[in-house]
């Protein structure tokens, strides 16, 4: 067969099918039409499809995304591949919340003494950070991401998300979704100055890893099924919004307290572009999650030096 001949003879294979059938088809003297009518539906079937596909990559480029964050390197991942899906994404950063505050929060709530215990062990997390900066980069590797800043995201930096400060950049900014990432809890005022559908990115499974440490926690009560993080509605409660994807990645030995989050996070990235395109195209389905709800906190610091001495889990 001559090069460039295939074609012709597939096509000439089909307009015989179509004018002759097989043995059986010959039979049926509305096969023509049938076998017609069907390659037609299929045909306008794809071609509506790929008009949707079209639709949708135009609603990508053109669709104004915010993201709201305290920063970070886990956040400043998670906003990197972002980006390249929503070329118009911008940043509303708030500042950290002094220590003092989630001190004086914190022994309200739970007692002086285990917010004494906690602030003890992320100071240790911290630390622990530098040790860990081999394993962050196999991370960051193994998913081909990037933790650098982007000078070409624009970025405008306030002192808290629930100021009047903030809630006047979020009418300004007219955003089509709000992607919530590593951020203090909205309050009711800032929800309500918000129009659009407003998703969070959780290092847990809800409801039973709802708040912090939520992989940590996971592996702490021999649960390692639900090691893993959720793409979620949000609510006026803290992890409590209806759960929209999860993921479950599996850890590393070498992987503790100070990469936990990471790890989720990077394994996070295309669950959230999914749960923001759904947002844009108004086709969010989301589910109550299922089983016992537990808000969790970074464990003080004598559990977390027991499970490490005793467990290996660090």
């Known amino acids: 067969m001559q090069k460039g001949s295939l074609p012709y003879a597939a096509l000439f294979a089909s307009c015989r099918f179509f004018c002759w059938g097989t043995d059986k088809t010959r039979e049926n003297k509305d096969f023509p039409l049938t076998f017609f009518s069907a390659q037609l539906r299929n045909y306008l079937r794809h071609g509506e499809k790929a008009a949707e596909n079209r639709a949708g990559m135009q609603d990508r480029r053109d669709a104004n995304v915010v993201v709201m964050t305290a920063g970070g390197l886990n956040p400043q991942v998670m906003i990197n591949v972002l980006a390249k899906s929503f070329p118009r994404l911008q940043v509303l950063q708030e500042e950290y919340e002094p220590r003092r505050e989630i001190f004086r929060r914190r022994a309200k709530r739970l007692g002086r003494l285990m917010a004494i215990g906690q602030i003890a062990t992320?100071?240790?997390?911290?630390?622990?950070?530098?040790?860990?900066l081999r394993r962050t980069e196999e991370i960051l590797e193994e998913y081909r991401l990037w933790a650098g800043a982007d000078a070409s995201i624009k970025t405008t930096h306030v002192s808290s998300l629930n100021s009047r400060e903030a809630q006047a950049e979020i009418l300004r900014m007219k955003p089509d979704v709000v992607f919530l990432i590593s951020c203090r809890a909205l309050s009711r005022g800032t929800l309500a100055s918000i129009s659009c559908p407003i998703l969070n990115f959780h290092a847990g499974i809800n409801p039973t890893y709802r708040g912090q440490m939520g992989g940590y926690w996971a592996l702490v009560e021999r649960d390692t099924s639900n090691f893993g993080a959720t793409v979620h509605l949000v609510d006026a409660g803290l992890d409590t919004g209806d759960t929209?994807?999860?993921?479950r990645p599996t850890p590393s030995p070498r992987d503790t307290i100070s990469t936990y989050p990471l790890l989720l996070t990077a394994a996070g990235t295309q669950i959230s572009i999914r749960a923001i395109e759904d947002a844009l195209r108004g086709d969010l389905q989301p589910r109550r999650p299922v089983g016992r709800s537990a808000l969790r906190y970074p464990p003080p610091i004598w559990t977390y030096l027991y499970n490490g001495l005793t467990r290996g889990i660090w």
């Not at 992320?122 to 860990?132: E, H, N």
């Open 244 to 247: 929209l994807y999860e993921v």
């Open 122 to 132: 992320m100071a240790l997390s911290r630390f622990g950070k530098q040790i860990a």
